[in-house]
């Protein structure tokens, strides 16, 4: 697992076994707040021995980003720590948590054996909630996308922002909606961040949050554009060459998280068409300047 600081009292943690998932750690003069954890317990284990080292090591909060279960497994080693996330999470939690865990320990059941389901204790809505320890002030509200659930932590003192997956290498809507995410980048863009940590891959430093946060937004126009594009035609040929467009084509490479791009990518586009031709709706290409 990669171990890098983001600032001086905020550290991240890459996990090596699973899609570079990320968890953060702010670290105050009254305990540490946990931003996600890790997939497999494993790995969230060696976070919560590097705050064991620290003296102000004891964990006050855990926050999930979504109710993802790539974010939330390592929660079982933090029992009687409360526990911060969206209300939807909850739901999703309950009405899913279980019956996905069970299939997840069935593929690994060496690394998940151990894992207890924990819920959230303290929801938000739509709004915004401020956390107030040792100095810190974190900024945690809701920021809809990647799933309907998302929240985003900012630390004002560092100006760190914590995405989720509302920010990744690739943009991923297949749990969420494409408008709803540009819209939570937008607000990003407005709270002007020096660093974002992201659910998944590299932070994003100083100099490149504007191009990324920019990047990520033309790409959900040009998928858009394509879906719209492939459920107008009705040349089964182009539909099928409009819906495996190269990722590269869209701005992103496909080398990005490990090599899982064009798979994301692919699923974006699918599950986009399947939702038009569901919905009925008239289809009208948009025009945004993509090279055909």
């Known amino acids: 697992m990669l171990q890098e600081r983001v600032s001086t009292d905020i550290f991240l943690f890459t996990s090596d076994l699973y899609a570079q998932v990320t968890a953060g750690v702010v670290v105050t003069s009254e305990g540490a707040v946990l931003i996600d954890t890790m997939p497999f317990p494993v790995e969230t284990e060696q976070i919560l021995q590097f705050l064991a080292r620290r003296s102000a090591g004891t964990v006050r909060y855990l926050i999930f980003t979504h109710y993802h279960a790539d974010h939330i497994y390592g929660a079982s080693l933090l029992p009687g720590v409360p526990i911060l996330a969206h209300a939807r999470c909850r739901e999703h939690l309950l009405a899913h948590g279980e019956e996905g865990l069970a299939a997840a320990r069935a593929e690994v059941p060496d690394l998940l054996e151990s894992v207890v389901l924990r819920l959230p204790d303290i929801t938000l809505d739509n709004g ?33 922002l914590f995405a989720g997956d509302a920010m990744t290498p690739v943009p991923t809507i297949i749990d969420g909606d494409p408008v709803a995410l540009k819209a939570t980048l937008k607000r990003f863009q407005e709270l002007e961040p020096e660093t974002i940590v992201r659910g998944h891959g590299e932070v994003i430093l100083r100099g490149e949050v504007r191009e990324s946060l920019q990047s990520a937004i033309r790409y959900l126009d040009l998928i858009q554009e394509i879906v719209a594009e492939a459920a107008a035609t009705s040349d089964p040929r182009r539909r099928e060459a409009l819906l495996r467009t190269d990722i590269e084509k869209c701005g992103i490479s496909r080398v990005a998280l490990g090599g899982e791009a064009p798979r994301l990518h692919a699923a974006n586009l699918r599950s986009l068409y399947s939702r038009l031709l569901r919905s009925g709706a008239e289809i009208t290409p948009r025009t945004t300047g993509r090279r055909k």
């Open 128 to 160: 915004e909630v401020i956390l107030q320890l040792g100095g810190k002030t974190l900024r945690i509200f809701w920021a809809p996308g990647h799933s309907d659930d998302g929240i985003a932590i900012y630390v004002e003192e560092d100006q760190v």
